[in-house]
């Protein structure tokens, strides 16, 4: 699971729901304590932007792409971590958890890809039950963002042979963030 923050307006920190699992790309926002939490899809949704850390025990939030001859990818179930002491929370020790809000453009494989919304660049995103992307307008009363690129191979910049003479991070959907 990843984000790519291709360009952001504003990079903010809210308290972090401890007993929440949150990875880099997730919608987010505030429950009634004022602490982070999934945006969910709801009609009393709001959510308030996108998660830019990882809080788990299991999953590493950054892309990972393969390392050396013999395929194997890096630390992690995914990917790179940058806290050796946590490698998949990143709000252990602020118990705070950063949030891009007020525009940006974004890449990110934390979107909902069965059962087959349609994906198409322009269409409005929206957030699914657990704080997924989706253009799937369900009880959903708020556009999280529009549909830059469909998902594709997203380049690393690492060479390769997957994407335009690159590695592939993997599949990421590009979107523009109108929280």
Not at 61 to 74: F, H, K, L
Not at 123 to 140: E, M, N, R
Request: aromatic content about 8%.
């Amino acid at each position: 699971m990843a984000l790519v923050e291709e360009f952001h307006v504003v990079a903010d920190e809210f308290d972090l729901n401890a007993s929440v699992t949150v990875i880099e790309g997730d919608i987010v926002m505030f429950n009634g304590s004022a602490e982070i939490i999934l945006a969910t899809n709801g009609a009393s949704s709001r959510p308030i932007g996108i998660a830019g850390d990882t809080s788990s025990t299991t999953t590493c939030g950054m892309p990972g792409v393969t390392i050396g001859g013999s395929g194997g990818t890096a630390v992690g179930n995914k990917g790179f971590s940058n806290r050796a002491s946590d490698p998949f929370n990143e709000s252990t020790a602020s118990g705070k958890v950063t949030v891009y809000h007020g525009g940006g453009k974004f890449a990110t494989d934390r979107y909902v890809a069965a059962p087959s919304p349609s994906w198409a660049s322009a269409l409005p995103l929206y957030s699914d039950s657990v704080g997924q992307w989706t253009t799937a307008v369900s009880t959903a009363t708020v556009v999280c963002g529009v549909c830059a690129a469909a998902p594709a191979a997203y380049r690393s910049g690492i060479p390769g042979t997957d994407v335009n003479g690159d590695q592939s991070l993997g599949t990421f959907i590009e979107l523009v963030l109108s929280l």
